[in-house]
Nanobody
Framework: EVQLVESGGGLVQPGGSLRLSCAASGFTFSNSTMRWARQAPGKGREWVSSIDIDGTTYYGASMQGRITISRDNAKSALYLQMNGLKPEDTAVYIC?????RGQGTQVTVSS
């Protein structure tokens, strides 16, 4: 069974940083493209970033320049380093693989 478990969210002040983690199991992580998406209150899902099996990274326009996606295949872990956070970044951040999604981790940016 595929499992994706996010962690690392929390409350941070504008301009602050957070590092999100996703622990993956139940599939061959090293052979899978991984994604981060987010969903803000009252809004639809927004793709944030992807990383291919060869480490190639892709970023959505809304957070590009402020985030770095990475993976550790030995640990079956996906990460998202977020810097310069803004109130509009407040959302549930979700780890995805194919059609599978985790439960998400809440990020709240507020003073």
């Amino acid at each position: 069974e595929v499992q994706l478990v996010e962690s690392g969210g929390g409350l941070v002040q504008p301009g602050g940083s957070l590092r999100l983690s996703c622990a993956a199991s139940g599939f061959t992580f090293s052979n899978s493209t991984m994604r981060w998406a987010r969903q803000a209150p009252g809004k639809g899902r927004e793709w944030v970033s992807s990383i291919d099996i060869d480490g190639t990274t892709y970023y959505g326009a809304s957070m590009q320049g402020r985030i770095t996606i990475s993976r550790d295949n030995a640990k079956s872990a996906l990460y998202l380093q977020m810097n310069g956070l803004k109130p509009e970044d407040t959302a549930v951040y979700i780890c995805e693989m194919g059609t599978k999604r985790g439960q998400g981790t809440q990020v709240t940016v507020s003073s």
